[in-house]
C-alpha cells in the first residue's frame, strides 16, 4: 500500500512538472512570436522612412496624419512610435510577472524623457484615437504626459498593493 501510495504521489509530481513544461514552452514560443511581429513592424515604419515615394504617398492618402508625418519628421515618428509600442509589449510582460524589476525601471526611466517631448504626445494622441493602442495601456501611460510617474502593472493586482496612477483601486 505505501508503495502504491508513493508511486501515486510521483507521478501526481511528474504531470505536475510536465504541466509547468508544457507552460513555459507555450510562453517562450508566444514572447518569440510577439518578437518576431514587432520586428516586422519596426521594419515596416523603417522601409516607409527610407522610401521618399512612398511616405509621400503615405501622407497624401491620410490627411488626418499630416499634422504628424507632413513635415519631414516620418523618421522621428518612427522611433518615437517604436518605443511606444516597446513599452507597450513590456507593460503586459510586467503585468504577466515576466518582466522583473531591473528591467522594468529600465524601460520605464528610459521611456520618461521620450515622453517630455511633444511629439510623444502627439503620436500618443493620434494612437489612442485609431484605437492602435490597448485602451488599459494608454490609460497606464497617460499621466507620464503630466509628468506623473509611471506606475506598475505587476502591482496592480490582487494581492498586490497598487501603484496605478499612484491609487488603489482596492478602496
Given amino acids: 500500500m505505501t508503495v502504491g501510495l508513493l508511486s501515486l504521489v510521483y507521478a501526481r509530481t511528474q ?5 509547468r513544461q508544457a507552460d513555459a514552452a507555450q510562453l517562450a514560443t508566444a514572447l518569440e512570436l510577439q518578437r518576431a511581429m514587432a520586428e ?3 521594419q515596416a515604419r523603417m522601409d516607409l522612412v527610407t522610401s521618399p515615394e512612398v511616405a509621400k504617398e503615405y501622407v497624401e492618402s491620410n490627411p488626418h496624419l499630416h499634422e504628424i508625418y507632413g513635415n519631414g519628421t516620418l523618421a522621428a515618428v518612427a522611433i518615437v512610435r517604436n518605443a511606444i509600442d ?4 513590456i ?12 528591467q ?5 526611466s528610459s521611456f520618461v524623457p521620450i515622453a517630455r517631448m511633444p511629439l510623444t504626445r502627439t ?3 493620434n494612437a489612442v484615437a485609431r484605437g492602435a493602442l490597448d485602451a488599459q495601456f494608454a490609460a497606464f501611460l497617460l499621466p507620464v504626459f503630466d509628468g506623473e510617474a509611471l506606475g506598475d502593472p505587476k502591482r ?11 491609487q488603489s483601486r482596492f478602496r
Fill in 91 to 102: 507593460y503586459f510582460l510586467r503585468k504577466q510577472g515576466i518582466v522583473q524589476d531591473h
Fill in 104 to 108: 522594468w525601471k529600465n524601460w520605464t
Fill in 40 to 42: 516586422r513592424m519596426y
Fill in 86 to 89: 516597446g513599452l507597450q509589449d
Fill in 15 to 19: 504531470a505536475v512538472h510536465a504541466q
Fill in 123 to 125: 503620436i500618443y494622441d
Fill in 156 to 166: 496592480n493586482v490582487i494581492g498586490h498593493p497598487a501603484t496605478f496612477r499612484g
